[in-house]
């Protein structure tokens, strides 16, 4: 799997632009199949920095219902990766 294909959005809310001030972690979007080696180095390479912990979380798809019929939303897996103190991503 190529490096660009394992980060698939960066994730920006009011709780993750907190994390990033407050913790210096960040959140994104990756592929369901990488593990927390590859989102690391990919992270490292794509915004040239130094990653100290990865966490990740797969993230079930939340039911939806249209009309009488009821499906769910996609799932998904969340990273979140703190950074080492002198290091900063400008993603906002």
């Not at 960066?10 to 993750?16: N, R, Y």
């Not at 249209?66 to 799932?75: N, P």
């Not at 897996?77 to 703190?82: G, S």
């Amino acid at each position: 799997m190529d490096k660009y294909q394992i980060i698939v959005r960066p994730i920006i809310t009011e709780q993750s632009l907190h994390f990033a001030k407050a913790r210096n972690a960040y959140a994104f979007e990756v592929h369901p199949k990488a593990n927390k080696v590859q989102i690391r180095e990919a992270v490292e390479k794509i915004y040239n920095v130094k990653v100290m912990e990865v966490r990740t979380a797969n993230v079930k798809g939340k039911p939806r219902r249209r009309g009488r019929h009821f499906s769910h939303t996609k799932a998904w897996k969340k990273a979140t990766v703190v950074l080492r103190d002198e290091y900063r991503i400008d993603l906002y």
